[in-house]
């Protein structure tokens, strides 16, 4: 037997080797790799029908028969068949194997009414309409019949209706293996099977975390986007009642005239929609991820997202990059120019607005000098945008006072790279964290924050045997999964993180070849650990003993480690030094220059890395290239054309503080709500007042906009061209797929012509012009180019002016002259603002999965409104028992430096005296001003509060829709095909159907 039939359902994603083998298909020899899944051997020469086999990132899931080949004379799945070396004849085109897939689609059909015409899911690619056109269908002999079950409309983003389900099992798949969700199975012992989440309860309400994976490799119409329904087809948006009637009339229709005709009608009409629904290519505008998708969209509607081909993440997404566009088309969007008036604000042309603003601050820098102007960058807009910002800032103000809100987050994570290897970013690939033997996460809740990196990792620790430990204060999902899970005291990490390096060298388990070649400053870093011993990080971090000896050991036998850390590390006084831990453990042990390992702070927003490679930055140009440095600065003048300042700027933290001090006066600032993405929000909105001119360019009337004097209204991605920088350093074009809303204009535009009021002769005609300028002057992106990165192409910076980018770094060196990394020796400090007697808890907050940061795009997206209304703190039961409270409880929580109001969820995710607020809580109003001394992060994770229960009392504060509420996940290592294949009524097509045969009664009667 020369081929190897995979009788069961994979557990493993398919991989396969790499030795070339040449097979015959239908007579012509292909080539092929040994190990490969012939149907994609077969796709590449030809078309066969395929409906349940997706990808490999999904593999073989083998429900539907409709793919069967004849490989030496016997009939099998393709699908579920791996070439080998030697394999015999393969033939599609026989009319055996013909015969075979048309009776696998006939008993489909079974399953799905093809009512094409009057479908939104009738767009040319709906996987069954075009297999029983494939087919050539005419009629059935397995009729239709509905399953006795109701639509499932409870989830407010997508419906199920078990009806159209054919039962091929690709949403369980994605559920199970691609996001690792795990809240869909298919009940194969049912009477009538169906597509069940949690084991059988409705949509709404279950552990679905609404990810849309199951949606998007749904090949019918059977899970559909609700945004869907009755939007794309002509015929789709008449009454439902109405609806049913054509439904029945097609039905009618069927037996007298075939599926001839029918079918013809349905693809007219399909050809039809290509003329109203664009497909646009866009990059996800809100975490670092990079997810990338095309949106569907008829006029200004967004139908869907389609995820595909984007390097990052394929198929996949989380609910905010699936669901969560419905903003752009928000009432609330800015569509003119406000300008303050009479205590509040009115519109104005954009003349007259960018006049004011050119005069003003004209004015003002000609009275009080250019450093007396700041910038802020927005993350979120595109490296464009942020490029034609900081050179304003730089060559029409005249100052290096220009950062973005890295500084709130990520900052301290690019110092300690920059201390150790040299260069600040991922140090490799989304595919590397995957492919690790051991995922150490430290301070980062993945699965919620970065939701699709935590797809791959939970897959690889589901299915490869991936190894992961995970150190927090708070038991989130990935802790749950976690080998290990230990929660260090608050602000402790260093310790336990030096204890591990010095445990390495202590226990010979020190990496000293890869040392002794590579790395600089080892004997005075080892001395430097003398104090870190086990003991002495068990007591400081208040892990027991043998936990930390556990790690360790996993640490020092993993073949490859991958670090992935957040703002769990960065936000404390010590985030650059924790930082700087976590790379000299990767050090110590090796794991840097190899696949599978290296260090990974995750990025918070969609632009976050651009920002910061853009030159947003007091002390950098594009490129991190030092603006105290007389070469490099000199290269900029020439570019530029313009005299530049020869020292750093204010960061944002200074420009605060500068404000304060009469020394900064006046402030542009795009897409950033400051006052609450800052750390003590009273300080900051006082500082604001102080201002004597303030320009905010932003898409909505944030907090921060009440102390504008001139509010600019900005486009979304949506609505504009230009590039983003994901964490892994990976530079993506999106694609304008909406006109600007109103009078707002793409940022880059608003900047250039603010430019040229004040004198500077900008003429760029599209944001490709730009790109070109910022390649012309910066290494890390002097191959890049819109034609290089055109649709889903994409680079991963630095990237060689011949267009030759870098997936890993470091693979031939460190980024220091002497291509050695640095080993930097760090010394413990306790956190500030530890709890005491009168504020008494641990005040912890970051991220949720369904909104984003402060909630100034999500809170504008209905359906996750309706699933996450409203904030809370979390508390945990100890605390809530000391207290006797419960959920829904209101109480202020109060800082030293302010108060707020929120509700009480309790929960075990947080413990003992730690609290948990979401960043939708405005987090900020407790927050301190200390900061981590080398970047001035601020510690928004040191800070204490105390709690005063207030008499009302309200409602749990989650709802019953929420994933949170009582969803009961339901773990398998796939869809279990063979259950169905038990099932008495399964039939393997082509061959002879069994007589079932009645077994005798015990009791020898008939
Ligand atoms: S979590 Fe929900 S949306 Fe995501 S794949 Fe599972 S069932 Fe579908
Ligand atoms: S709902 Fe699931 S099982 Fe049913 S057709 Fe869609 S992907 Fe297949
Ligand atoms: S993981 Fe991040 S980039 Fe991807 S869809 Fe979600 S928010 Fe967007
Ligand atoms: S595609 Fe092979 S069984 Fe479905």
């Excluded at 009629?139 to 389900?165: A, G, I, L, W």
Aim: hydrophobic share 35%; proline share 5%; aromatic share 8%.
């Amino acid at each position: 037997m020369s081929l190897t039939e995979t009788k069961t359902q994979p557990t493993t994603s398919f991989q396969s080797s790499s030795a070339p083998v040449a097979i015959s298909v239908d007579g012509r020899i292909i080539a092929a790799t040994e190990g490969e899944l012939l149907i994609e051997a077969i796709l590449r020469e030809k078309e066969i029908p395929h409906i349940c086999y997706h990808s490999p990132l999904m593999g073989p899931i083998q429900t539907c028969d409709t793919c069967l080949v004849e490989v030496s004379g016997k009939l099998v799945r393709s699908c579920g068949t791996t070439v080998s070396a030697g394999m015999q004849e393969v033939v599609t085109d026989s009319k055996r194997a013909q015969e075979a897939r048309s009776e696998a689609l006939d008993v489909i059909l079974g399953n799905h009414m093809l009512y094409c015409t009057v479908c939104d899911n009738n767009n040319e690619n709906c996987r069954v309409h075009n297999t029983a056109l494939e087919l050539n269908v005419k009629h059935q002999n397995h009729p239709f019949t509905p399953k006795p079950y109701e639509v499932d409309m409870s989830n407010p983003f997508y419906r199920y209706d078990p009806s159209q389900c054919i039962l091929c099992g690709q949403c369980v798949q994605a559920c199970q293996t691609v996001e690792v969700n795990e809240t869909l199975s298919i009940g194969w012992e049912l009477d009538r099977p169906r597509v069940l989440w949690d084991g059988g309860m409705q949509i709404g309400g279950s552990s679905c975390v609404s990810c849309g994976h199951c949606i998007t490799v749904c090949p019918c119409n059977a899970l559909m986007e609700r945004s869907m329904l009755g939007e794309a087809g002509f015929m789709t948006s008449i009454p439902h009642d109405s609806l049913n009637k054509l439904i029945d009339v097609v039905k009618d229709l069927e037996p007298e005239m075939g599926y001839g005709a029918i079918m013809q009608v349905s693809q007219t009409e399909a050809k039809m929609r290509e003329e109203r629904i664009e497909r646009t290519k866009t990059v996800c505008t809100y975490c670092g991820v990079g997810c990338s998708y095309d949106v569907w969209t008829r006029d200004r509607h967004i139908l869907k997202i389609v995820p595909l081909h984007g390097e990052s993440n394929q198929i996949s997404t989380c609910v905010k990059g699936k669901f969560g566009w419905d903003f752009v088309n928000s009432k609330d969007r800015l569509q003119r120019p406000l300008i303050r008036h009479q205590g509040g604000f009115r519109e104005a042309s954009w003349e007259e607005a960018l006049d004011l603003v050119a005069k003003r601050l004209g004015a003002i820098k000609q009275e009080h000098g250019p450093d007396s102007i700041g910038v802020i960058v927005s993350s979120k807009t595109s490296n464009e945008d942020g490029y034609l910002m900081q050179k304003f800032a730089r060559v029409v103000i005249g100052t290096n006072n220009v950062d973005n809100c890295s500084r709130y987050c990520q900052s301290p994570a690019t110092q300690g790279l920059f201390r150790t290897v040299g260069l600040g970013g991922d140090s490799g690939s989304i595919e590397d964290m995957g492919a690790a033997k051991l995922v150490l996460i430290v301070g980062s809740n993945t699965a919620e924050s970065h939701p699709v990196i935590a797809t791959r990792v939970k897959r690889a620790h589901k299915l490869h045997g991936q190894r992961m430990i995970v150190a927090d204060v708070r038991m989130h999902e990935m802790a749950e999964r976690a080998d290990i899970f230990f929660r260090p005291r608050p602000g402790t990490d260093l310790a336990w993180l030096s204890a591990m390096s010095k445990y390495m060298f202590d226990n010979g388990h020190a990496k000293l070849d890869f040392l002794q070649k590579w790395v600089n400053n080892v004997d005075e870093y080892r001395r430097s650990l003398d104090p870190f011993t086990m003991e002495y990080a068990a007591e400081v971090c208040d892990v027991p003993l043998e936990t930390l000896h556990r790690v360790a050991e996993e640490i020092a036998y993993a073949e490859t480690m991958c670090v992935l850390w957040a703002m769990g590390i960065t936000q404390h006084t010590d985030g650059s030094d924790g930082s700087t831990a976590i790379s000299n453990l990767l050090l110590v042990t090796g794991n840097y220059m190899r696949p599978g390992t290296g260090a990974y702070p995750l990025r918070g927003h969609n632009n976050v890395q651009g920002a910061g490679d853009i030159g947003a930055a007091p002390n950098t140009f594009p490129g991190y290239q030092s603006v105290t440095d007389d070469q490099l600065r000199a290269k900029f003048e020439q570019g530029w054309g313009v005299e530049l300042p020869n020292y750093r700027g204010f960061d944002n933290h200074e420009m605060v503080e500068a404000i304060h001090e009469g020394k900064l006066r006046a402030m542009y600032l795009a897409g950033e709500d400051m006052i609450y993405a800052d750390s003590n929000a009273n300080v900051v909105a006082a500082a604001f007042e102080k201002l004597d001119f303030f320009v905010v360019q932003d898409i909505f009337f944030s907090e921060t906009c009440r102390y504008a004097d001139v509010i600019l209204p900005g486009a979304p991605a949506l609505e504009k061209d230009g590039t983003f920088t994901s964490t892994e350093r990976r530079i993506q074009r999106f694609y304008q797929a909406l006109p600007e809303l109103g009078d707002s204009r793409a940022d880059w535009k608003i900047t250039q012509s603010l430019a040229q009021k004040m004198g500077a002769p900008w003429n760029y005609q599209h944001p490709s012009e730009i790109m070109a300028e910022l390649a012309s002057l910066s290494p890390l992106y002097a191959g890049c180019s819109y034609e290089r990165l055109e649709g889903y192409n994409t680079l991963q910076w630095p990237v060689d002016p011949d267009g030759k980018d870098q997936p890993l770094l470091y693979t031939d060196g460190f980024a220091f002259p002497d291509k050695k990394a640095r080993l930097y020796p760090l010394s413990y400090h306790e956190p500030t603002d530890p709890p005491d007697s009168e504020f008494d808890l641990f005040l912890n907050n970051g991220r949720q999965l369904e909104h984003f940061h402060e909630g100034n795009m999500t809170n504008r997206v209905p359906g996750i409104q309706l699933e996450t209304p409203e904030s809370y703190v979390e508390i945990s039961p100890e605390l809530a028992h000391e207290r006797s409270i419960a959920s829904g409880q209101w109480v202020r929580l109060v800082s030293r430096y302010g108060a707020l109001k929120s509700k009480v969820l309790v929960t075990d995710r947080v413990e003992a005296k730690q609290v948990y607020l979401p960043l939708t809580s405005h987090v900020n109003l407790l927050t301190g001003n200390h900061v981590d001394p080398a970047t001035h992060t601020p510690a928004f994770k040191e800070t204490a509060v105390k709690m005063e229960i207030l008499p009302e009392r309200g409602e749990d504060p989650l709802q019953r829709l929420n994933f949170r509420y009582s969803g009961k996940r339901t773990p398998q290592m796939g869809v279990e095909v063979d259950r169905k294949w038990k099932r008495a009524d399964y039939h393997f097509p082509g061959e002879p159907a069994l007589v079932q045969i009645q077994p005798a009664s015990p009791a020898g009667g008939k």
